[in-house]
């Protein structure tokens, strides 16, 4: 049967590749890439130079990381406050269970993904279990962390701050696979950014060829018919509060390969910064719909406008402002071209 | 789960490191100030209320030295903080209404602690002001203020840039809004005869810091020196330099281990102490010398623990000070 035999069907209508693209949630935000692009190539003397795009590209990889699964979790119609904490909680467990037990940093590394992913199970099976709002539940993970990463590191390490793990067994392995970077010709390219890359290509083709990724848009759009018609909701949740935990990981053994140690007050506030991001890439804040590439055009755009401001040597005093004009901008941008795109196809 | 947990620790058993961590820690332990009570005078209560965040490496220092001096002198030390200027005279209050004997408050918000400082006169608590706030302190009926001024430190930098023929300089902010760190920069341009540019960096985001510092750097390919307001972002300055390709000198204000060793490898160009062991120790010490004898210290000038300028030549002997958490 060709897709011919059956033009009754708009679902099964062919459409123009023109077309295909314009029902693309991260369009806008592609668009939006585009504009801030061109304005700090013009307005910033040191932007386009190559060396200066891999700081860009630096920047932009840090949150993009995060922003995959947080987006995947924002289709699925949830949020996760914890986020950012997470991470630091991560590289924190790793950096301490090594010291601590004198152990390869390996050891570490591995302790940590098991305690991360079981903070994501956590997080999941609370809000499953007691139906209360994802605000709520990750608040509260969100707060408890913030004072266990304290409290914990104070009384392991004596001090606020962990211990230098860079002289131990396993590290500079370790540092190859989460803080190295690549060169090509004259330029050092973070591997964050390859990490960013595999995350946010692993997260397309499960949102968009598998049953898995059916059961995201479908929980996120109507959780109750979703259910109705057999998808195992809780355990699409949880598995995606145990992805954002996954890539804490990734992101917290960043932190700590490539700062050998790890303050224990980070973190805060950059849960705010991975939802900015994927609002800015085509997430509704509904949940329902989104991708994992607007993710990235999201961290992208974060990552220009926040080093572009630097490039473009603007006074200091307004940094904030700009950002938070142009963050604005862009998904003004995002949600018109969204729009005028809706209308026509 | 627990199989999983289980075995990993079991592997963890198998695969020690036979370099670093707590085991070579616990070897280089040194004797270290313990002590008992050296008075017996009454178990007076003296509460510390600082500005800090959740987390400072700084004030945790400055815990260390208040929490000797507590010891030696008989003291029983409280310690709280918030970076909310309203909650910080929240904590305040809280220590009067818990009739302490003595307050250590930090004036980073001074309008904000104005009012409770007075309550605490008025109810006969003595209070000295450290680390921030030296210019307020005696207007707010101190006792005396023990700290560096943020401004001095700057100059101090500022000429220290000077001696080594430096042009252009970045200061490197990572709390915009606070006063101190205005006043560091601001000092340094002072005294600085090329030109000063304040960047600001989001301290509590590693990479961002990072990513910023090595932006301005492409930028402008001028500047020869980065001065952090922070020990822990003196590194960060240090990676992003290596990645921008620049050859700018690294100077930070503050001292931590790391540091100290960078210092003492020649990565870093010099540190700016201020000693805060000694903010913590000198204030619990001069209330107890106040509540035992009457005494005061300054003559109602700011006691001034810093600006202590330190290159490579003292870095080795401060380095086994700074892993004990006492530098």
Not at chain 1, 208 to 230: C, M, P, S, Y
Not at chain 1, 310 to 331: I, R, S
Not at chain 2, 181 to 202: D, I, P, S, W
């Amino acid at each position: 049967m060709t897709a011919t035999d059956i033009v009754g069907d708009e679902r099964l209508l062919r459409r123009s590749v023109w077309r295909k693209m314009l029902g693309r949630p991260e369009l806008g935000s592609v668009v939006g890439a585009a504009a801030v692009f061109l304005f700090f190539s013009v307005a910033a003397g040191s932007f386009l130079q190559p060396s200066s795009l891999s700081t860009v590209l630096y920047a932009a990889s840090t949150i993009g990381i995060m922003a995959v699964p947080v987006a995947l979790l924002m289709i699925g119609g949830e949020f996760d406050l914890s986020a950012g904490v997470m991470v630091t909680t991560s590289a924190l467990v790793s950096s301490m269970f090594s010291y601590q037990m004198t152990a390869n940093v390996w050891v570490g590394v591995g302790v940590s993904l098991l305690v991360t992913l079981a903070l994501g199970a956590f997080n999941g099976f609370m809000l499953t279990r007691t139906k209360l709002p994802s605000f709520i539940i990750t608040l509260g993970t969100f707060l408890m962390l913030t004072g266990l990463n304290l409290g914990f590191t104070k009384l392991i390490s004596g001090t606020v701050s962990t211990k230098s793990i860079a002289d131990m067994e396993g590290f500079s392995s370790a540092k190859k696979l989460f803080a190295s970077q690549l060169t090509i010709g004259s330029v050092d390219l973070k591997v964050t950014i390859l990490w960013w890359l595999v995350l946010v290509a692993v997260a397309t083709w499960i949102l968009l060829r598998t049953r898995f990724g059916n059961w995201i848009f479908a929980v996120g759009g109507e959780a109750d018919a979703a259910r109705a018609v057999g998808v195992p909701v809780f355990r699409t949740k949880i598995g995606l509060y145990m992805g954002v935990a996954f890539a804490a990981w990734v992101s917290g053994q960043h932190l700590l390969f490539s700062f050998d140690v790890v303050q224990s007050g980070e973190g805060v506030g950059n849960e705010l910064i991975y939802i900015i991001a994927a609002v800015i890439g085509g997430c509704l804040i509904t949940g329902g719909y989104g991708s994992a590439i607007g993710s990235a055009v999201g961290a992208f755009i974060f990552g220009m406008t926040s080093k572009g401001i630097v490039y473009a040597e603007w006074n200091p005093d307004w940094f904030k402002f700009f950002l938070g004009a142009m963050l604005l901008l862009a998904t003004l941008l995002n949600a018109w071209v969204r729009k005028r795109a809706e209308a026509t196809a | 789960m627990g199989a999983v947990l289980a075995a990993v620790l079991g592997a963890s058993l198998a695969g020690c490191s036979s370099t670093g961590g707590k085991r070579a820690e616990d070897a280089r332990k040194s004797a270290q100030a313990q002590g008992r009570a050296a008075v017996n005078t009454p178990r007076w209560k003296i509460a510390m209320i600082t500005h800090s965040g959740d987390g400072d490496t700084f004030w945790d220092i400055v815990q260390n030295g208040a929490k000797q001096a507590a010891v030696k002198d008989n003291i029983d030390f409280l310690y709280s903080h918030s970076d909310q200027g309203q909650q910080q005279a929240q904590f305040v209050q809280a220590a009067i209404d818990q009739k302490v004997d003595g307050i250590i408050v930090t004036l980073a918000k001074p309008d904000a602690m104005k009012d409770v400082v007075a309550k605490a006169e008025k109810a006969g608590i003595p209070v000295i002001t450290v680390n921030s706030g030296s210019e307020k302190s005696k207007e707010f009926g101190a006792l005396t203020h023990i700290g560096q001024d943020e401004t001095i430190a700057g100059e101090a930098v500022g000429e220290e840039l000077n001696k080594r023929g430096k042009k252009k300089a970045l200061c490197v902010l990572h709390e915009q809004g606070n006063v101190g760190h205005e006043q560091r920069c601001a000092g340094t341009k002072k005294t600085f005869n090329g030109e000063v540019q304040n960047l600001y960096v989001t301290g509590t985001n590693m990479p961002d810091v990072q990513s910023s510092i090595e932006a301005k750097l492409q930028a402008d390919p001028s500047i020869d020196s980065v001065v952090t307001l922070g020990a822990p972002f003196a590194d960060t300055a240090y990676k992003a330099k290596q990645s921008a390709g620049s050859s700018a000198e690294i100077d930070t204000f503050d001292l931590n281990a790391k540091v100290a060793t960078a210092l003492q490898a020649g990565t870093l160009g010099f540190a700016v102490d201020q000693q805060p062991y000694l903010q913590g120790y000198e204030a619990v010490d001069l209330l107890w010398l106040y509540k035992y004898n009457a005494d005061v210290l300054g003559g109602g000038l700011p006691v001034l623990t810093g600006p202590q300028i330190i290159t490579k030549d003292q870095a080795a002997q401060l380095k086994a000070y700074t892993e004990r958490g006492t530098r």
